[in-house]
Every structure is written in structure tokens, then in C-alpha cells.
T-cell receptor, first 112, second 115 residues
Framework: GDSVTQMEGPVTLSEEAFLTINCTYT??????LFWYVQYPGEGLQLLLK?????DKGSNKGFEATYRKETTSFHLEKGSVQVSDSAVYFC???????????FGSGTRLQVQP | DAGVIQSPRHEVTEMGQEVTLRCKPI?????LFWYRQTMMRGLELLIY????????DSGMPEDRFSAKMPNASFSTLKIQPSEPRDSAVYFC?????????????FGDGTRLSIL
């Protein structure tokens, strides 16, 4: 079946450090890929998405590129801030099925 | 604009009791999703509706769980009888249209504790 695998956290970084959170997927067909972010006590918010191979999603300084050859969608940010501390979820959606399949989430802690 | 509204935010009850979680989707959205989040299993889809009709309920864990959407602005998830292993955060989400280009908007969740 369809699945998403994320690197385990927590990831602890100092402010202004470079961030990478790895995400790989297994899916039938050609999925769309997403990163969602969850701040403490809140629901998930869409961070960025990519709907076809080689697309790059970007938002708030975060980027991720849809790599079909490696079935990956790694999240990157050049300089993290304390306010980026949250849990990040990679997710996919396959054509014809509206629901999302989520990875297990990666907690990011950014220290001043 | 109001987002997805869930109630209650927190629920603590004893095992065996009936629990009802409520969700008001964003006005005009035609898809509604119920998810459950636990440490062990992460985020799991329970059921989703399109135009108030259940489309996929394969994630509903067992017959103790039921979900309804009587109209476009309201949905409930009911657990009867509740068990300690049902303790989790339950999220409702809504979206507009069937395209994956339309994001799902999540509520803040209901944290359920079954004693």
C-alpha cells in the first residue's frame, strides 16, 4: 500500500542553521506530495506542495523538490528560526483518492 | 474567515461512556475528513465525506465508532462504548473540491482521554 517514511526526530538545531528533513514515499501511480506543519496545540497547516515530478514547492523559506527517481520529497530551509519549532509531516495523495497518507512526523526544536 | 471548528477541545470521560466529537467545516467546503493522532500510530484517516455522503470509512477501527454528516455544516464522530485505547487527538479537516491542489484545512483537534 501507499506509505510515507520520515526521519525520526527530534531534530535539534541552533538558530540560523540549515535544515533538512528527509521524506521518502511508496505509492501506486503518481502521487501529489505535501508538507504540513503542526504548532503546539494546533491543527496541521499546509506548508507546501508539489503535484508532479521535478516540481519544487516553497513557502516561508522552506523548499522541497519532488524527486520521482528517488521517490523523495525532502524538506529544506537555509536558516531556521526559533519560531520554526514544530512538528513537520510529509504526506501524499494518490489520484482518485482525496484523503492524505501521512508520515509519522518529525519534531524540530530550534534553540536561540 | 472562520476555520474548521471542533468541539470540545478536551474531553475526559470514563470507559464505557459515549463520546461525541463535533466538527463544523469551512463554509462552502464539500469534503470533510476525520483523522486520529496517537504517538504509536501517528495520523490515521478514519473516514471522509463528500457532499455529506461517506466515501471511505475503511479507517474506522471498529463498530464502536460511527460518523455522520447530517448537513453541509456539521459532522459528528461518536464512540460508544469508549475504551482507554481510544485516547488520542481527533482532527477534523475540510477542503473544497476534488483536486489535490485544494489543501485540507484542519481544526485544532479534540484531545480525548478515556480513563
Amino acid at each position: 500500500g501507499d506509505s510515507v517514511t520520515q526521519m525520526e526526530g527530534p531534530v535539534t538545531l541552533s538558530e540560523e542553521a540549515f535544515l533538512t528533513i528527509n521524506c521518502t514515499y511508496t505509492a501506486t501511480g503518481y502521487p501529489s506530495l505535501f508538507w504540513y506543519v503542526q504548532y503546539p496545540g494546533e491543527g496541521l497547516q499546509l506548508l507546501l506542495k508539489a503535484t508532479k515530478a521535478d516540481d519544487k514547492g516553497s513557502n516561508k523559506g522552506f523548499e522541497a523538490t519532488y524527486r520521482k527517481e528517488t521517490t523523495s520529497f525532502h524538506l529544506e530551509k537555509g536558516s531556521v528560526q526559533v519560531s520554526d519549532s514544530a512538528v513537520y509531516f510529509c504526506a501524499l495523495s494518490i489520484p482518485g483518492r482525496r484523503a492524505l497518507t501521512f508520515g509519522s512526523g518529525t519534531r524540530l526544536q530550534v534553540q536561540p | 474567515d472562520a476555520g474548521v471548528i471542533q468541539s470540545p477541545r478536551h474531553e475526559v470521560t470514563e470507559m464505557g461512556q459515549e463520546v461525541t466529537l463535533r466538527c463544523k467545516p469551512i463554509s462552502g467546503h464539500d469534503y470533510l475528513f476525520w483523522y486520529r493522532q496517537t504517538m504509536m500510530r501517528g495520523l490515521e484517516l478514519l473516514i471522509y465525506f463528500n457532499n455529506n455522503v461517506p466515501i471511505d470509512d475503511s479507517g474506522m477501527p471498529e463498530d464502536r465508532f460511527s460518523a455522520k454528516m447530517p448537513n453541509a455544516s456539521f459532522s459528528t464522530l461518536k464512540i460508544q462504548p469508549s475504551e482507554p485505547r481510544d485516547s488520542a487527538v481527533y482532527f477534523c479537516a475540510s477542503s473544497l473540491g476534488g483536486s489535490v491542489n485544494q489543501p485540507q484545512h484542519f481544526g485544532d483537534g479534540t484531545r480525548l482521554s478515556i480513563l
